[in-house]
């Protein structure tokens, strides 16, 4: 990006100080699980899970909050500045909630902190808000941003891995280690997708992971045992065998906003090492890419053929079709919701990052920052951030079942959108992911460089070197 280009060298100079020596002057643990209790809603107290949540938040938020008793050697100020940038979507519901929880537990433990939360919920359609991002970008790139940006996949930064590698955000690794055991276990798998040479630049809180959803019953009508897809050999042969054997129908649904976005995210699901940014050029021979990307021109020839009104509306619903989680009211009374998963080259799911938080370099709370963060990896603030979403992977270990105790507990999205979700299936995919992505933006870039070759303009090595093209440019400036 520009802003980046230009500013490169600025934001170099911005490599954060990071904590050299620590103190063993830790605040005592009763006095901050009585400050973490009053934090807690008295009403919900009283509720049967609560006894659960109060204690997950002494056992993991108490041990974790005793080290910041840490004294860092930079300067502090008794202020923090958070900025929380979210899809409109989504935002007034599931982050709103997880950074207000987060907020009221943080006051109570570090009530001399004072703290200010900005929120920004973007409308992608909104020419306005891409003024604005850019004035918020900016800012942080002039130094004078806020402390803790938490956001949601690139929406914010695009391609975080860069922002990483220019030092925007500062190393949090010495804050994770000097936790230690007080730290709740986290993923490694997920954490990894927020480094760079190794060292922590972001935290991702929580990811999710895409397929296409529909019914055990449509899959049958076409032939697909979801179950034997056991690979992306498999995946990518069942795609070839549908396209070929039905004429008429398109995998995505039938329109065009739904291929780019089923495309895009099968894509990354498939290939997550494809744009690795280790990756001088991308392997666009191989043979599996190019079986993919033939089958991408296959998809876009049935939905341009789709006949549609202006209204774009949805397909028939004898089609598959993907059925995202917000969409599963379309699944009839009697059918059984189903899943085709797209695997990755080691057989697992591929996780996508949703939330993410990080401490920027010019920050002068850079250890109020990271507390802030900590806040955020309790269990009530992860719920809060998952239960009108669709992120509900999280970067705590084992919180597969957690998810699903609260899952069936509260039936979150049937209740907003009725039908049978089998969340608890999906659950199953979350826990196999053996890959974590940070971005989707290449995949979508580099599916529109090869729109030619779709659309029948342009040929399959053409578009591979405006592909290969844009990805050195991605990579080194």
Same mark, same amino acid.
């Given at each position: 990006m520009n802003w980046v280009k230009q500013c490169q060298q600025k934001v170099k100079s911005w490599l954060c100080d990071t904590p050299e020596s620590f103190t063993s002057a830790f605040r005592e643990k009763e006095q901050m699980k009585e400050r973490l209790e009053a934090a807690l809603d008295q009403s919900t107290k009283r509720k049967g899970r609560a006894a659960l949540v109060l204690a997950a938040a002494v056992i993991l938020g108490v041990g974790g909050f005793a080290v910041w008793g840490i004294s860092p050697t930079q300067k502090q100020t008794d202020t923090l500045r958070v900025l929380c940038v979210a899809p409109e979507y989504t935002g007034r519901y599931s982050e709103f909630k997880a950074m207000e929880k987060a907020k009221a537990r943080f006051t109570a433990a570090w009530p001399d902190v004072e703290l200010t939360v900005e929120y920004f919920f973007i409308d992608e359609s909104s020419a306005q808000n891409e003024e604005k991002l850019t004035q918020l970008r900016t800012q942080i790139m002039a130094g004078d941003g806020p402390d803790v940006v938490f956001s949601t996949g690139d929406l914010f930064l695009?391609?975080?891995? *860069?922002?990483?590698?220019?030092?925007?955000?500062?190393?949090?690794?010495?804050?994770?280690?000097? /936790?230690?055991?007080?730290?709740?276990?986290? *993923?490694?798998?997920?954490?990894?997708?927020?480094?760079?040479?190794?060292?922590?630049?972001?935290?991702?809180?929580?990811?999710?992971?895409?397929?296409?959803?529909?019914?055990?019953?449509?899959?049958?009508?076409?032939?697909?045992?979801?179950?034997?897809?056991?690979?992306?050999?498999?995946?990518?042969?069942?795609?070839?065998?549908?396209?070929?054997?039905?004429?008429?129908?398109?995998?995505?649904?039938?329109?065009?906003?739904?291929?780019?976005?089923?495309?895009?995210?099968?894509?990354? =699901?498939?290939?997550?090492?494809?744009?690795?940014?280790?990756?001088?050029?991308?392997?666009?021979?191989?043979?599996?890419?190019?079986?993919?990307? /033939?089958?991408?021109?296959?998809?876009? /020839?049935?939905?341009?053929?789709?006949?549609?009104?202006?209204?774009?509306?949805?397909?028939? /619903?004898?089609?598959?079709?993907?059925?995202?989680?917000?969409?599963?009211?379309?699944? *009839?009374?009697?059918?059984?919701?189903?899943?085709?998963?797209?695997?990755?080259?080691?057989?697992?799911?591929?996780?996508?990052?949703?939330?993410?938080?990080?401490?920027?370099?010019?920050? *002068?709370?850079?250890?109020?920052?990271?507390?802030?963060?900590?806040?955020?990896?309790?269990?009530?603030?992860?719920?809060?951030?998952?239960?009108?979403?669709?992120?509900?992977?999280?970067?705590?270990?084992? =919180?597969?079942?957690?998810?699903?105790?609260?899952?069936?507990?509260?039936k979150p999205l049937e209740t907003l959108y009725g039908g049978t979700l089998g969340l608890e299936h999906y659950m199953d995919q979350v826990g196999q992911a053996s890959a974590v992505v940070f971005t989707v933006e290449p995949y979508e870039v580099l599916l529109e460089s090869f729109r030619p070759y779709f659309e029948g303009t342009a040929g399959y090595e053409e578009c591979a070197q405006k592909a290969q093209n844009y990805w050195r440019i991605y990579r080194t400036e």
């Open positions: 695009q391609n975080p891995a *860069k922002q990483m590698k220019a030092g925007v955000f500062c190393d949090l690794t010495p804050y994770v280690e000097a /936790e230690g055991e007080d730290l709740p276990p986290l *993923k490694e798998l997920v954490l990894q997708s927020g480094q760079r040479r190794g060292e922590q630049y972001v935290i991702p809180i929580t990811y999710r992971v895409d397929f296409l959803n529909s019914t055990a019953e449509r899959f049958a009508r076409y032939g697909i045992d979801p179950g034997a897809v056991a690979d992306r050999q498999a995946y990518l042969d069942t795609m070839q065998h549908f396209l070929e054997q039905n004429p008429q129908l398109s995998w995505s649904g039938g329109n065009r906003a739904n291929a780019d976005y089923v495309l895009a995210q099968t894509f990354v =699901s498939l290939f997550p090492e494809l744009c690795d940014l280790q990756n001088e050029r991308l392997p666009l021979e191989d043979a599996q890419v190019r079986q993919w990307l /033939e089958l991408c021109r296959l998809e876009y /020839e049935r939905v341009n053929a789709y006949p549609r009104d202006a209204s774009e509306q949805m397909p028939p /619903e004898d089609q598959l079709r993907l059925l995202g989680l917000q969409q599963m009211n379309a699944v *009839k009374q009697g059918e059984t919701v189903d899943y085709l998963v797209a695997r990755n080259q080691q057989g697992g799911t591929t996780g996508i990052v949703g939330q993410w938080a990080g401490v920027l370099a010019s920050s *002068k709370n850079q250890l109020n920052g990271w507390r802030f963060i900590r806040t955020m990896l309790d269990e009530e603030v992860l719920w809060a951030a998952t239960s009108q979403g669709e992120n509900y992977g999280w970067v705590l270990q084992g =919180s597969e079942e957690i998810v699903s105790q609260q899952i069936s507990a509260t």
